[in-house]
Structure formats: structure tokens, C-alpha cells
């Protein structure tokens, strides 16, 4: 498996404001996808960071809410805009390495919106 | 649609006991993976068991084991003689087969070890 960290581990932010919050990868990797974890929830896939095009976003959420970028095959950016209270969660990306199928879990992003 | 049930919100048991946590899911797929993922207190989602559709042999793993029954469309998980170390919130997970698929989750089970 691969080694996964995220910045920042957690935040508290005002409300209308932006985080952005990254996620790097010690390999590189084909597939990273970001998954919101609201309060005592299970997680919900947000949408699937590409490589060098525009993330693929599930039903319900939106590039303006949740820009994300892929630079490369090791890193990518998940940004919460104009935060309100509802964006408080646990923010965790995931990758599928060698062994296809399978996703491996960053250690989230805990994020309180006041 | 893909769709996994974890019935059992919370389970508490007594240190040393065995628990099964239990799974159900619905897909269409008739290739599909179903997974286990363990999250403690801290927060990361740590990945215990990936079990493909076309296997059901049951696999044991130290203290733990998993009991795949494709016609009842259930991927229960054992924890023999549990510890407090196992306490943790535990996900049953469901994907298509071919990669590059999202996890659809289970709600969880919060299992919690009385020492």
C-alpha cells in the first residue's frame, strides 16, 4: 500500500470562507478520489481527481463548491468554497495503487466550519 | 444502484468475546469486490480485507475472519476473542469490478470492547 498524508490534519474556519486542502501521495498512482465523512455519517464520494483533465464529480456536488486539481500522479487538491456550518466533516482522499480495486485511505482532514 | 446495510448501529461487548459484524449488500454487477474498512478514534480509515465475488472461501486472518455468502448477498466479519483495540467504527464497502470504481459504504458499526 502506499503512504498517504494530508494537509491540514484539521481546521477551523469561518463561514464564507475557502480551504483547500491537499493530499500527497509517495507513489505514483492512477486513480485518487476525495470522500466527505460528515458528523457520525459513513463517507460519500465527492468526486474522482483525473490527471491532467477535470475531476469527475458524483450526483450532488459541483466543481464551483468543490474545485479539485491533479497536477501529477502524486499529489492532489480538494478546495471547500464559501464554507458554511454543513461543510463540517472529515475530508479524506483515497488512491488505488498496484492492486487494482482497492482504495487506500489518507488520514482526513477534520474540518469545523463556526 | 449499489447498496450496502449494516444493520447493527452499535455493538458493545464484554473483552475476549466473539462479535460478528454483519453485512448485506445489493448490487447488479455480477463481478463485483466487497471490503472491510476499520476506523478507530483517530479518524483514518484503515483497509482490512478485500473479497472477490467469484470467492467464496471464507478467509481467516489472526483474530479475525470473514464469512462471504453470495446467495444470501452477506460479508459478515468476525472478531474472535476481541480486544479493546478493536474498538472502532468498522465499513462494509462494495465497488464494481473492473477498477477506477467508487466505494459505496456501509453506515458503519460502532463496535466498542468493555474491558
Known amino acids: 500500500s502506499a503512504v498517504i498524508s494530508q494537509k491540514p490534519s484539521r481546521d477551523i474556519c469561518q463561514r464564507g470562507t475557502s480551504l483547500t486542502i491537499q493530499c500527497q501521495v509517495d507513489?505514483?498512482?492512477?486513480?485518487m478520489f476525495w470522500y466527505r465523512q460528515q458528523p457520525g455519517q459513513s463517507l460519500t464520494l465527492i468526486a474522482t481527481?483525473?490527471?491532467?483533465?477535470?475531476?469527475?464529480?458524483e450526483s450532488g456536488f459541483v466543481i464551483d463548491k468543490f474545485p479539485i486539481s491533479r497536477p501529477n500522479l502524486t499529489f492532489s487538491t480538494l478546495t471547500v468554497s464559501n464554507m458554511s456550518p454543513e461543510d463540517s466533516s472529515i475530508y479524506l482522499c483515497?488512491?488505488?495503487?498496484?492492486?487494482?480495486?482497492?482504495?487506500?485511505f489518507g488520514p482526513g482532514t477534520r474540518l469545523l466550519v463556526l | 444502484a449499489q447498496k450496502v446495510t449494516q444493520a447493527q448501529t452499535e455493538i458493545s461487548v464484554v473483552e475476549k468475546e466473539d462479535v460478528t459484524l454483519d453485512c448485506v449488500y445489493e448490487t447488479r454487477d455480477t463481478t463485483y469486490y466487497l471490503f472491510w474498512y476499520k476506523q478507530p478514534p483517530s479518524g483514518e480509515l484503515v483497509f482490512l480485507i478485500r473479497r472477490n465475488s467469484f470467492d467464496e472461501q471464507n478467509e481467516i486472518s489472526g483474530r479475525y475472519s470473514w464469512n462471504f455468502q453470495k446467495s444470501t448477498s452477506s460479508f459478515n466479519f468476525t472478531i474472535t476473542a476481541s480486544q479493546v483495540v478493536d474498538s472502532a467504527v468498522y465499513f462494509c464497502a462494495l465497488s464494481g469490478f473492473f477498477g477506477n470504481e467508487k466505494l459505496t459504504f456501509g453506515t458503519g458499526t460502532r463496535l466498542t470492547i468493555i474491558p
Open positions: 507513489s505514483q498512482v492512477t486513480m
Open positions: 483515497s488512491v488505488e495503487t498496484t492492486s487494482r480495486g482497492t482504495q487506500y
Open positions: 481527481a483525473n490527471q491532467g483533465s477535470e475531476a469527475t464529480y
